[in-house]
């Protein structure tokens, strides 16, 4: 393997700058669960392992039901047999014929097979980005590089608010490269979820400059869109500084509610008594680029940002309290703190999918209230047989659920400007549903260890549960407003199976099935009535996550049955007898804990992208390939390890001109001003600013490519 070093004009190297330096750790000292820093934890999601799950509900659980579930042996041989056989043996069938729209919608077409020699895992202190031999990495974008004019030049000691808006934001999550159709243009999109204001700011010199800082903050959350440019395919990308289609959307940005619950009362405020005009989107997570090339945000862990009254069963539902925020944005803008007079509503307007048009900077964004309120991790969008468009949607939470949304209209194939007109219209009106799932072993084989249960699998059936359909309520007691504003709440009544944090749910463009990774759950099976081990959730603390593969009966997304098997329990193998690869030989993977996010390339692998390895079992966060056909299926490789202290994000494989880009996120957070943790990936002496490079961590977007 490759550990590629800093650059020749490095001043340091990386690895002795940590090793002298002490671990400065000032928030939250010692009360760290599982995976998590101290710093994500506080900013990203607003401590919430150190709460009470908010999911208090007593649905039927698996083992409540075990009981009157059939078996396998008497779903195949009796009469109900029909559907549930169907359902499983769709596993093998092929894709969607839809799956070309989307391949083409994303860049992700054929293209010959991507061969690399796995890497080891690369141990947690390494500040370093690890490629395979054969391959280099490079920066497309950092934060702080300028979008619109090169004056916008970046310097940390001297970022302001309106430089920051124009400027690419801090901590990039979901990313996707479209590539044009000569090949040598195209459009970064990318998420930009939370900040660190400790590693990004020096200390607030007076009250003045405290609160500016706070202003960047919020300038420096939301989306960005970048032109790129390349002289050929499989060379590297660079970014177009006043690119046309260039575009900042932050926490201050206008927006526009769409569906049954926009003008709502629950979404009104004194500033837009008529509840359709929210502003701003933070906390994006995932995404999802769509068939008809708009790009999809999740809003994730928003209750962090607000200070709310906390009381009622809503906003407990939704991790909201009256303590001070994790941002502190209440003291530069009124709408922060929800218990003040006309902004009770303020965090309602949060919690969405939001949908742009990368090639159009004008439009505003929209709100999709269709889709419901949740912690979106995000969306991902395929046609289903009948010409439905089919979002696939994970809550990311403790014990919280799996969704998907089936469009009233159906998909207009053809790439003229009426039918994308009409395709981004899909999301506007529909049914949404919630995942139930039944295990097909008997209660007593469910042990909590990860045991596989006699029949060898982890599986079963499920059922989607309508919570709308087409702007009505299917939830006895909710109005259409209640199901799609509190849609956690709804979900409970009809007694959805609870998870293990659903977070990327991708469906396969060459298969159709269903994949959701499931990214841990350290509470599952804890003292105190939380739920323990289910088959669809098997193992109890579950520390290492897992990854579940679903058919869809008839192998058509619109159906609202489905078969369901485990395809991976993560972990190390060394070190954890609970691993499961889908039955490939554990001594032959690469070790791998909190799967993420999720893609395909162009041979149907899946990939999977990491956020919590250094707190499981002592790997930097990486990025692992998985064959789910033939006799490699489950076979794990490592492909890339992120710098130290990082995550994982965004990942994009274009196989077919030997690329892969990741957004690294939160590098070095634990470290300090004055003590940073990183040098990505500038790799220069520490605080210095020079030729546009700087001496300390920058969430960046980079590429791997094949060396020349």
Known sequence: MTITSPGPDAAIRPEDETRRRPLLNLLMTGRTHGKRSPVTCLYKCDNACFHPAPNPSDNAYFRDVAAAALSRRAVLAGGAAGASALVLSAAVGGGDPASAAIAQATGRGGGRAFDFQPIAPVPADVDAVTVPRGFRWTPIIRWGDPLFDRRDAFDPTKQTAKKQARQFGYNNDYLDIIVERNGREALLVANQEYTNPGIMFPPAADEAERLEQLRVSKAAHGMAVVELERRRKGEPWTYVVGGRRNRRITADTPMVFTGPAAGSALLTTVADPRGRFPVGTFGNCAGGTTPWGTVLSGEENFNGYFRAEGVSPEQKRYGLSSAASSYGWEAVDPRFDARQPGYRNEPNRFGWIVEIDPENPHEPPVKHTALGRLKHEGANVTIGRSGHAVAYMGDDERFDYLYKFVSHDRYQRGGGRGARAHNKTLLTRGSLYVAKFTGDSPASEITGTGALPSDGRFDGTGEWVPLAIDGRSMVPGFTIDEVLVNTRLAADAVGATKMDRCEDVEPSPKTGRV????????????????????????????????VIEITEARNDATSTRFGWSILLLCGDPATSPSTYFAGFPVSQVSPISCPDNLTFDSDGNLWISTDGQPGTIGFDDGLFRVPLEGPDRGHVQQFLAVPREGETCGLVVHDEDGSVFVAVQHPGENGTWDA????????????ALRGGKWGGPRPSVIQVTRAR
């Open 515 to 546: 994949y959701v990774a499931c990214t841990n759950n350290t509470d599952r099976g804890k003292v105190g009535g939380k739920e323990s081990a289910t088959e669809t959730n098997p193992r109890n603390d579950n520390r290492d996550g897992h």
């Open 676 to 687: 940073q943790r990183s040098y990505f990936p500038d790799y220069i002496e520490p605080g």
